[in-house]
Each structure stands twice: as C-alpha cells, then as structure tokens.
C-alpha cells in the first residue's frame, strides 16, 4: 500500500478523511499530526484520538503546533461545533499521543522512508511549514505534497481566503515556496464533492459508523449557510482521494503566491495559470470525478463500519 501522512485539525469533514485513508487498503496511514485550526489543539489532538479508537486503528499521533507562526488564532468553530465535531462527544481515547512534536515526529517518518510517505495536510499549515524550516529535506523525501487549502477563485472564510490558508497565510506562503510541487486541492475542487441526501442515503448501511458519527456530524455541518442549499462539501477528503487515485482528478499546472499582506485578501492564494513553466509551484485541482469519489469513499467506509 501506499503510505500517508495526515496532518490535519478535526474539524468534521477531517473526520471523514480519516476514515477514508483508514477504510482503503491501497493505502497505509503511518501517521496523523494535529494542529490548530477549525478549533485549539486540545480538541483537535482528543478528537484525532477519540476518532481513531472509534475507526478501531492503530496509528500514532502527534500533536502541533498550538497557534499560527505569526498571527492570532482564527477558529471554524461556527461550522464544526465547539469541540470541532458538531457537538458529537465519542468515548474517551485510552491511547496517548507520541512523546514527541509533531514536527519532529513528520520530519523523522519521512527521513525513514523517502520518496515513499504522501504527505496530506487538511488543516492550516502551521506544522509543515516549522517543518520545512526545521528540516528543508523533507521536500525531497515526501513522496507527494497534497493540500486541502486555497481556491482560485474565491474564499469561504473571506470573500478571498479559504479557511486553512486565511488561518495561517505566513505558514502556507512558506510551504508554497518549499521548492516542491504541491498539488493544491481548493474550494473549487471541495464544491464538487458535496454530501447530498442522495450520497447520505447510502451511508445508512454503515451502523454505528453512521448512526454515531457521520449522521450527526453531517446534520450539524450541513445547517451551516454556505452548505445548506447544496450540502455540505467535504473538502479534507479529497485530499485523500487524491492520494488514492489522482485519476479522479484533473490538475492545471500554476504559480501560486499566497497573499499575506492585503487589508481584503489576506489569505488569498493568487493562482497564475499563465505563469511560465519555469514558475509553477503547484498541480490545481480543478475537476473532481464525482461519482466515482463517493464510490470510492462509500467503499472506505464500508470497511470502516462497526456493528
Ligand atoms: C477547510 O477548513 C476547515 O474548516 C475544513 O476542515 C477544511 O480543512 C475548508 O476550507
Ligand atoms: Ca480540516
């Protein structure tokens, strides 16, 4: 299988990624690192283990970095609850975190295995970013790069700015400019992934996993105004199914500058598709093969399911 990393804030729609990377066999999840973002990291942290004892996985974790390089924390508490899971409360996690940092901890699975781990982060990129400062190899040892974060056309948390990027911009300017090719997965991408009554329809097969976790997780996120029309659209997700298949995805080669200086945009990832060869830092997601993603997630999931 192939080995990923996730770094990532749960938050809602990363509780699902989880569940995605865990229910595949095709892939092997070596680790998950946490961070602040959609709430602190106390809660991101309990929730990565709450999740992964509920999943029933044995994977280490790691927590982060507890607030952004430079700025104050911004939180996505009003789309995923206080406790970042819509106010789902899962037994208690009896297996601690790693005795070590997040950062130490991606820096020394990919020095142990290069040019083999993906690399996926689904939250702000405080970590990857100390990361890369830390130990500017892991470029070259991650086998891929994915980001769940940016648009090319407009914000979710501004009118400019996604949410993982608006959280922290001096972070991702960091890691845009690691000198590897992120593959960026944006809001763009994310809208077409939405969880429908008809996708919700077919998660009623999967018992605990659905009655527990994923119908309360999705009634509370899918109040939210920007997902109440169409469904909420589960973003972290198609971080993994990147991973999974790239196939379902079609990507434009781009320059993308992240904007950490605007009174407006602030957080905004400018995205030049005309940009020469030679200045392309990034693989745009720009067309998502719906169907074909919820089968491969409902599949996941399906492996997933307890009881
Ligand atoms: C991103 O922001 C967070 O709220 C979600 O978990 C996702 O990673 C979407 O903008
Ligand atoms: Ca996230």
């Known amino acids: 299988p192939k080995k990923v990393l996730i770094d990532c804030d749960p938050g809602i729609d990363d509780a699902l990624a989880i569940a995605f990377a865990h229910g595949r066999p095709e892939l092997e999840l070596v680790g998950l690192t946490t961070v602040a973002g959609n709430v602190g990291l106390a809660h991101t942290t309990n929730n990565a283990r709450c999740l992964a004892e509920f999943y029933g996985m044995d994977v280490p974790i790691a927590a982060g970095a507890d607030r952004p390089l430079v700025r104050e924390g911004v939180l996505a508490d009003q789309v995923h609850g206080g406790n970042g899971l819509g106010g789902v409360v899962l037994p208690a996690a009896a297996t601690p975190v790693v005795d070590r940092h997040a950062v130490d901890f991606l820096i020394d699975e990919l020095a142990a ?24 190899r892991i470029v070259e040892w991650a086998r891929e ?26 972070a991702a300017a960091v890691v845009f400019d690691a000198g590897w090719r992120t593959t960026m997965i944006g809001l763009d991408l994310t809208a077409q992934a939405r969880a429908t009554a008809d996708v919700r329809d077919r998660f ?41 298949d790239p196939g379902l995805f079609t990507t434009v080669p781009a320059r993308v500058d992240v904007e950490i200086h605007g009174r407006f945009t602030s957080g905004m990832t400018v995205t030049d598709f005309a940009a020469p060869a030679a200045r392309h830092n990034a693989e745009v997601a720009t067309v998502l093969d719906t169907e074909r993603f919820w089968d491969r997630l409902l599949e996941a999931f399906s492996h997933v399911a307890t009881g």
């Open 113 to 136: 295995a290069p040019g083999q781990i993906s690399l996926l982060a689904v939250g702000p990129l405080t970590n990857i970013a100390l990361a890369v400062r830390k130990e500017p």
């Open 204 to 244: 009623a097969v999967l018992g605990r996993l659905e009655s527990e976790l994923l119908s309360p997780i999705l009634d509370f996120y899918g109040r939210h105004p920007h997902y109440r029309e169409h469904g909420p659209a589960v973003h972290d997700a198609c971080a993994v199914a990147y991973a999974l």
């Open 145 to 170: 790069f994915v980001i769940m974060g940016g648009s090319y056309t407009r914000g979710n948390r501004t009118p400019a700015a996604e949410f993982n990027v608006l959280a922290d911009p001096e």
